[in-house]
């Protein structure tokens, strides 16, 4: 009688296992991750992406998900899809602890930009004319870059109406800020932004630079009060990555829808991000969230430091090689030019 229980439960292991193993219909099947739950905007935007490049390719590509940091972080990023940790992902240089100097550094560069495409727009231009992209992206090949709603300060508890109100304030702030904020008596800190919420709560940080999206997509209305107009430049980086070996495995015709796709992803991300935004700020005036308005006086003083510190920091490149300076004045020579602005080439 025992030894036919256990002919029985192993044919069930057997059959069971044989049932996890049937051969799926796609010729790909590449994991997707990103820091960010489903339901961002971000993450909308990439489900778009993904369901888009199935139906292109004819059922040959299927998308294994991971999402809310299950499979990759936010400052690490950039190494794990690199090294494959997964095949597709969301990459963030600007939180990359190194070895993405130049990346980061560019974001800060774009005072005076207008719009999230023009964002995207010059950062393409960069990348053709300076080497030092290429560089940091070595191991990933970039399917999208992504610009961003211009962020202001939300505070917990305590309103800012004018700059010396940030004196003491202690801030998570892009590291594109981070000196400007030092400069106006700020204590500014850089995290990822899965963190805030909690830093928020805790009382470990008085407010975050933020755009109006994160009051309902992050929650951020629930445990702060304030949010000020004040107006951060930003700029775009590449965003979206797919590992360079996972690439180089799939056929030029795959390689060539996805290559295409880019332009779908983009005006995916920004469609998200500008919804988010109007939403995001609906919400947080029926929500509890104070809107202060800066001085169009306070703000134009604060651009001339925005830009002053962007120069310095931009011309400090030069001790790791990187043509800062030159990048800086790239940026701002594009945004001075009217009129539309095509860089994207095809290792963009």
């Known amino acids: 009688m025992g030894i036919h229980r256990h002919i029985i439960t192993v044919a069930m292991v057997l059959l069971l296992s044989s049932c996890g193993q049937q051969k799926d219909d796609a010729a790909y099947v590449l994991s997707f991750a990103s820091p960010y739950p489903p339901s961002h905007p971000f993450s909308v935007a990439d489900r778009e992406w993904m369901a888009v490049v199935s139906e292109r390719a004819g059922g040959q ?85 992504q610009g961003g709603n211009f962020p202001g300060i939300l505070t917990r508890d305590r309103p800012v109406q004018k700059l010396e109100d940030l004196r003491g304030l202690r801030l998570r702030a892009p590291t594109e800020t981070v000196s400007v904020l030092r400069r106006l008596g700020a204590d500014p800190v850089n995290m990822p932004m899965g963190e805030v919420y909690s830093a928020l709560a805790k009382g470990v940080i008085d407010g975050v630079v933020a755009p109006a999206d994160t009051f309902h997509s992050l929650h951020f209305s629930e445990v702060a009060e304030h949010f000020t107009t004040l107006r951060f430049p930003r700029g775009a980086y590449p965003a979206r990555a797919m590992s360079a070996r996972t690439w180089e495995q799939l056929p030029p015709d795959l390689q060539q829808l996805i290559a295409a796709s880019r332009t779908v992803w983009e005006a995916a991300l920004s469609r998200e991000l500008r919804q988010a935004e109007a939403a995001g700020t609906e919400y947080g005036k029926t929500h509890g969230i104070q809107f202060h308005a800066i001085s169009s006086a306070e703000q134009a003083q604060f651009d001339a430091i925005y830009e002053a510190v962007a120069l310095e920091e931009a011309r400090e490149l030069a001790t790791l090689g990187i043509e800062g300076e030159a990048m800086f004045r790239t940026v701002q020579a594009l945004i001075a030019t009217p009129g539309p602005r095509d860089c994207k080439g095809d290792d963009a």
């Not at 990348?127 to 191991?139: C, S, T, V």
Request: net charge negative; glycine share 10%.
């Open 61 to 145: 590509i299927r998308f294994k998900p991971f999402w809310s940091g299950s499979l990759i972080s936010s400052d690490m990023s950039m190494l794990e899809i690199a090294r494959g940790v997964a095949d597709i992902g969301l990459i963030t240089p600007i939180y990359t602890r190194g070895g993405a100097h130049a990346l980061r550094a560019q974001a800060g560069f774009y005072s005076g930009v207008g719009t999230i495409e023009e964002q995207v727009a010059i950062y393409d231009c960069l990348a053709q004319q300076f080497p030092a992209f290429a560089r940091e992206l070595e191991g990933l090949r970039v399917l999208a870059v």
